[in-house]
């Protein structure tokens, strides 16, 4: 991309000047001049009113793929201490449904050091295939290796689906990889289908601020790679199954990667766990202050439950961040979800609705929360929940007589 001036059109007026925010435009001779500081963000040709100013991009090809040599799905598993990341198991059993419709193969790629005797634990995840890449370096997570290796990989194998965990090792290698085999990837999904006649993967994400859901294709290139954040998808009962197991070994050493990890510090346990949590009673806008949360926390004591969020109650910290569920939250996917005065803006609904039930408490009965849940009251929360803590209180006492 170049920038140029037409001198004959040019009339020196200095509006691209005050336009322009890196000094990258100057005027000489009642002329315009381009310096270096130039960044080409085109904010000059906006402000040029006789047109003098021309951005001129080049042409971009897209490189065409033979997506018909592509065949297969891969879940790429991250782990940490010698422990797969729950999100791994979640993505094999979507993506064992969409290798059936497909009629592929479903592969586990992990790369590491000490999965030899553990490999035979995915028999029982419906894959059929596992491409265990061992190095003693892949203990840990270094993002220039794993980049190298799936890149090689994938390559060489070709498979037309790629699933990701969008977690934070996640995000960093997923868009890397992506880069590098000109694929597209899409980011953070809440739901993935296949469209059988075309096999393009369907990858459904809030946009606009959450405010809509995007479905998104990618027709003309090869792998379609997606990230999905943890509880999304259901982690899928266990059914024995043989399958193939490929160990490719790699001699790395430290001198191979461009980092180099000092020292891992281990962080204190984290007290709230949603993502595991089978029931969670979250409050939102109509609990109306800090001090009004702490019925929530009793009806959460009451039932053994974890203590949620929506994002409102996190911005006027009625609540911590780490209780907050929804898409700029935890995604979570407990038995019960209680949401006691939540509105159910799609934010929200993205993050809890997977949860097996969902109760919702409202005192308006028009709230969007009540087209998502299961159940729904209509009332006041600081009137209904008092009631139903004294009711599992009495149903709990007349359990233990």
Request: hydrophobic fraction near 40%; charge should be neutral; include cysteine.
């Amino acid at each position: 991309m170049s920038i140029r001036i037409d001198d004959e059109l040019c009339t020196g007026c200095g509006s691209c000047v005050a336009s322009c925010p890196y000094g990258g435009i100057e005027i000489i001779d009642d002329k315009a001049h381009i310096t270096e500081d130039c960044n080409l963000c085109g904010a000059c040709v906006e402000a040029c009113t006789v047109e003098a100013i021309i951005l001129e991009r080049e042409e971009f090809k897209v490189k065409r793929v033979d997506i018909s040599k592509y065949k297969g799905i891969w879940v790429i598993a991250e782990h940490y201490k010698d422990k797969i990341h729950d999100v791994a198991y979640q993505l094999l059993g979507k993506g064992r449904e969409l290798a059936d419709i497909l009629k592929v193969n479903l592969t586990l790629v992990i790369l590491g050091a000490n999965f030899d005797n553990l490999l035979d634990e995915f028999s029982y995840y419906g894959v059929d295939e596992i491409i265990y890449v061992k190095s003693k370096i892949l203990k840990d997570y270094y993002s220039d290796l794993y980049v190298k290796v799936l890149t090689e990989l994938i390559s060489k194998n070709k498979p037309e689906i790629i699933l990701i965990g969008a977690t934070p090792t996640g995000r960093d290698f997923a868009p890397r990889v992506a880069k590098r085999l000109n694929a597209g990837l899409t980011a953070d999904c809440t739901g993935l289908d296949i469209d059988a006649e075309t096999r393009n993967l369907l990858q459904t994400r809030p946009t606009f601020g959450g405010n809509i859901m995007a479905t998104i294709r990618t027709p003309r290139s090869r792998p379609q790679m997606a990230t999905v954040r943890p509880g999304i998808f259901k982690t899928p009962e266990k059914v024995k199954k043989e399958i193939k197991i490929r160990k490719i070994d790699y001699d790395f050493k430290e001198k191979d990667t461009v980092s180099k990890i000092v020292k891992i510090i281990t962080k204190e346990k984290v007290t709230v766990n949603l993502e595991e949590a089978e029931i969670i009673v979250s409050g939102g806008r109509g609990v109306g202050s800090k001090e009004n949360f702490k019925i929530i926390e009793e009806l959460a004591t009451t039932l053994n439950a974890e203590v949620g969020g929506s994002r409102v109650a996190v911005e006027l910290n009625w609540i911590d961040n780490d209780h907050q569920v929804g898409q700029t939250g935890k995604t979570v996917s407990p038995r019960l979800y209680i949401a006691c005065g939540i509105s159910g803006a799609i934010q929200h609904i993205v993050g809890m609705q997977n949860s097996d039930i969902i109760v919702a408490i409202n005192k308006d009965e028009n709230a969007p929360i009540f087209k998502t849940a299961h159940y729904g009251i209509v009332g006041d929360l600081h009137k209904v929940i008092p009631s139903l803590i004294k009711e599992i209180k009495k149903v709990r006492a007349e359990e233990t007589i």
